[in-house]
């Protein structure tokens, strides 16, 4: 069936399958930030927002996107290159292929609570799972990026 | 140093974390096809028949592949240098099928929703046997795992194929019963690791093509380029020549991606076909199907007299190796050489196993390769042994722990340790955890008691004697350069830390210099990145390898600049002379020359260096573990970990610390939650994130990593390794804290609240 998703801001028409998932979809534009880690909802790395907020795109049918706002890391280059950075400069990217989705985590928390404490970071993106870092590079990445964005006075 | 010791953010770190495409699944071509695996549902059974006609009538079915139009020669999938010590007792598809899970048929399709319809209607006549499950009846046991006559042993390694006996060693050195005996004191205990899966996020993933030479291409998410080319070479039964092996950006390892897995599969259809292919694991397949850690069970004797000298280590263990051999010899006897000699004061020791075959997924790498498990009882037990003779129990340790220049009964003859700061670490983590100052058992409220455990851990850095690293470094017609290296950075950093040893010779800023890895057909040959060798044997290559392009450069600036070489100060870019005659060239004004017939001699100019080791130093670790248990549940809570490493100099240190307290926490999911579980006919229950439950950011406590630097002297810059030592403290860390918390002694992993609620309950 051929339907009109709204993308990162950009309207586009795709033809997808009635049970397709939205990682699937997603993937297939060409958004390849978004991964899967695994089958049972566990792990995190597809995580994109639907107007504002974290869904797992894995479980997320594509239909039901349909008239709401996907935003992928793609969506918010700017901002994920600072992040990105915060977090390279903890060595916290290692092998990186759950980071993207950690990354989404990471910003949405920003513009769910105005000073999240390290406790209500760990709560917000406790969905994110991470095998090589052991997290306290996330933390130490996420709380300096933080920072960068308070001293920008970028509003979340 | 300009680049050693400096901490570098990951060359490639902006890239991947921008979401661009890096990883095998971003580059598949297009119209690849798909392919699923038809797997066993019975532990041990013979596939009579198979009928595939109906998936072959399902619009969109390339093909179906069976055990009958595979290559009958058995191989290993074991990621080691040739010839390797693992068994050759795999095929593509066997018609036995040794775990639930084994591969019984190749299903290709144009996408993945046929190929799944297709595997539906496959229908499969199987003669079911009983399985073997118990390692205890593995051994002469009326199911015969590999009844084959064409399994293939390299080397002798103990192995009885046709009594379960996948491999067996033992060492004993001095009389053990008579020492025992002379001990005054004696613990003894048995102690079970379990079989857990190292996880990576990316699960195993391959896709293959036909090039235009008419060569095999194949893509793969994997440690080892070219022992999976050799493998691929034997299993596809084609020369090596024909393959070409390409390894793009991993999403981790963890040893998992040092045996080959996917790829077999993958390359047979491509082969047969000649077309492109693609084969994915979802979570449950990279779980369920591929290789984990070895399960043990551990049957440990210390013995010390009253002097605190630890005079007996005896440990005899019993080995799962699970359906396939892969590993399975060398991961019991590198524990030896990882554990043992930490101890090294006493007369007798005994490390020995039988490594049997059963109907379990196959055992094979995992981060720490054999030590994280001989470390667990060894260290419990020294625990164990300085409660009984009522001694600190890193008093007990430090008058035990091996010295620089020291020897153990498990070395070598002529071998010593070489170098370590390790008193200096422990005191160090002794200080960090204020191990002196406070008491290491307390009531922290009414249902909760605090506790505190130490261990101690080696690892090897590289296989000694075996694994030989080679790198080329270029310099590029531009004037800047190339690192070519068949290592396989897995997120680790290690192209990074390869650029900061080689610029580190050459002068240069990392921006002048590019890492091209992991492809058979340009990369020089390199094991692949496992035995925490990357750093140590192929950085000690990359920095000789640099040498020699240093020299070769000063060499050709001198005759362009008409001067001696020793007259030449050279920055890695520029060239001065230091004659008096003020001249300088530049790399850039140099490298163009050297590529055309116009200037003196024309001659691109490279490196190339070849090294390994005869050793394989230690890296050394202590761990100290602080835990919360509530002892009406028996829940146990990590709190804070304080841990010091000596892993030489350090290349890179925020990379370092990351792999530490990454390693730490996969330890703690070993020790508190990671639990392996099957059927009684054989399934593997914890097959997926929703039962094998890997540590979240709540399950961690704090980390706290520190270094001691000791200087190796037979690595590059006085390197050694930090990828594996750092996962081995966790588990007897955190068996030690919960003892001294509530008395609860576990002997068996994972230590959930269960069996901590039993402990507690039976000492009441």
């Known amino acids: 069936m051929d339907v009109q998703l709204k993308i990162n801001g950009k309207v586009t028409k795709v033809s997808i399958e009635p049970d397709e998932m939205l990682i699937k979809t997603l993937r297939r534009e060409g958004f390849y930030s978004v991964r899967c880690g695994c089958d049972t909802m566990n792990c995190g790395l597809c995580t994109v927002w639907i107007d504002g907020d974290t869904i797992l795109s894995c479980s997320y049918p594509t239909f039901r996107a349909v008239g709401h706002e996907i935003t992928t890391l793609e969506g918010l280059a700017e901002e994920a290159a600072i992040l990105g950075d915060c977090l390279a400069s903890e060595g916290a990217d290692q092998c990186g292929y759950c980071t993207t989705g950690m990354m989404m985590s990471a910003m949405a928390v920003r513009r769910k609570y105005e000073n999240p404490t390290e406790e209500e970071i760990r709560d917000y993106l406790v969905g994110n799972l991470c095998r090589c870092t052991g997290y306290e590079s996330h933390m130490r990445g996420i709380v300096k990026y933080l920072e960068v964005m308070k001293s920008q006075e970028v509003a979340p | ?764």
């Open chain 2, 1 to 764: 140093m300009k680049h050693v010791g400096k901490s570098y953010k990951k060359v490639d770190a902006k890239t991947i974390l921008s979401g661009r495409a890096a990883y095998t699944e971003d580059l598949i071509p297009a119209n690849a096809l798909v392919i699923k695996i038809l797997r066993s549902p019975h532990a041990m059974a013979k596939i009579l028949d198979i009928n595939y006609a109906a998936a072959l009538k399902i619009p969109g079915v390339e093909a179906v592949f069976t055990y009958k139009d595979v290559p009958q020669v058995r191989f290993t999938l074991a990621g080691q240098t040739y010839p390797e010590v693992s068994a050759y007792d795999s095929l593509i598809l066997d018609q036995i099928v040794r775990y639930v899970g084994d591969a019984v048929a190749i299903v290709v399709a144009q996408d993945e929703k046929t190929a799944l319809q297709a595997c539906d209607v496959i229908k499969v006549q199987y003669e079911v046997m009983e399985p073997v499950l118990d390692i205890h009846t593995a051994i002469d046991h009326p199911t015969v795992v590999h009844p084959e006559d064409d399994l293939i042993y390299n080397m002798p390694v103990g192995g009885e194929p046709k009594r379960n006996i996948a491999c067996s060693y033992s060492r004993v050195v001095g009389d053990i019963e008579a020492e025992l005996k002379a001990c005054d004191y004696v613990v003894e205990d048995t102690y079970f690791d379990q079989a857990t899966v190292q996880s990576a996020m990316e699960t195993f993933r391959t896709f293959c093509y036909i090039d235009q030479f008419d060569r095999l291409v194949c893509t793969s998410s994997t440690q080892i380029p070219f022992h999976l080319r050799r493998h691929l070479a034997r299993a596809l039964d084609i020369p090596a020549s024909k393959i070409r092996v390409i390894k793009p950006r991993i999403g981790g390892g963890f040893g998992s991606k040092q045996t080959a897995c996917s790829e077999m599969l993958c390359a047979f259809v491509t082969w047969k076909l000649k077309k492109p292919a693609v084969l994915i694991y979802t979570r449950h397949e990279a779980n369920n199907c591929s290789t984990s850690r070895h399960a043990r069970e551990w049957n440990i004797r210390l013995g010390a007299t009253k002097d605190g000298i630890i005079q007996v280590i005896d440990m005899v263990a019993l080995s799962d190796a699970g359906a396939y051999g892969t590993h399975a010899f060398t991961t019991f006897t590198a524990g030896e050489h990882k554990s043992i000699p930490l101890y090294n004061k006493g007369k007798a020791v005994r490390y020995e196993s039988k490594i049997v075959y059963t109907n379990h997924m196959a055992g094979g790498a995992f981060r720490g390769y054999g030590a994280t498990e001989a470390l667990w009882p060894l260290e419990c037990a020294v625990t164990k042994l300085a409660k009984k003779m009522g001694m600190d129990e890193i008093e007990l340790r430090l008058k035990n722990l091996i010295d620089v220049g020291e020897t153990s009964l498990v070395y070598e003859p002529g071998e010593v340790l070489e170098s370590g700061l390790l008193k200096e670490a422990v005191e160090k983590a002794k200080q960090m955890a204020r191990w002196d100052e406070r008491p290491h058992s307390w009531q922290i409220d009414e249902t909760h008691r605090g506790g505190l455990g130490v261990a101690l851990a080696f690892q090897g850095s590289g296989v000694a004697k075996f694994d030989v690293a080679s790198v080329e470094i270029k310099l590029q017609d531009d004037g800047n350069y190339t690192l070519y290296t068949g290592s396989t950075d897995m997120g680790t950093g290690s192209n990074t830390v390869l650029m900061q040893m080689a610029c580190e010779v050459l002068g240069c800023p990392l921006e002048n210099m590019t890492c091209y890895e992991a492809d058979t057909d340009v990369v020089p040959f390199d094991p692949g990145s496992y035995a925490s060798s990357t750093t140590y044997v192929t950085g000690t290559a990359a920095k000789m390898a640099a040498e020699e392009l240093r020299s070769k450069i000063v060499a050709t600036f001198a005759k362009y600049l008409d001067v001696a070489e020793r007259d030449i100060e050279f920055d890695g870019l520029t060239a001065r002379t230091l004659d008096g005659s003020n001249k300088t060239m530049t790399t850039a004004e140099l490298a163009p020359k050297l590529v055309v017939s116009l200037g003196p001699e024309p001659e691109q100019l490279v490196g190339f260096a070849t090294w390994g080791s005869h050793t394989s130093p230690p890296p050394f670790m202590v761990g100290i573990a602080e835990v919360s248990v509530d002892t009406e549940t028996g829940q146990v809570t990590p709190l804070d970990y304080y841990a010091v490493v000596d892993c030489g100099t350090i290349v890179n240190p925020t990379l370092a610390k990351v792999q530490a307290e990454g390693g730490i926490v996969q330890g703690l999911g070993m020790a508190l939650y990671e639990e392996v579980r099957y059927s009684s006919n054989g399934h593997l229950e914890t097959n997926n994130f929703m039962t094998y439950k890997i540590p979240t950011r709540q399950d961690t406590g704090r980390i706290h990593v520190d270094f001691v630097e000791s200087h190796e002297p037979t690595g590059a810059f006085g390197v050694k390794s930090i990828g594996e030592v750092v996962i081995n403290t966790s588990c007897p860390a955190v068996q030690g804290a919960i003892l001294n918390a509530c008395g609860a002694n576990l002997t068996t992993l994972p230590m959930i609240s269960e069996k901590v609620f039993h402990a507690l309950m039976a000492n009441e």
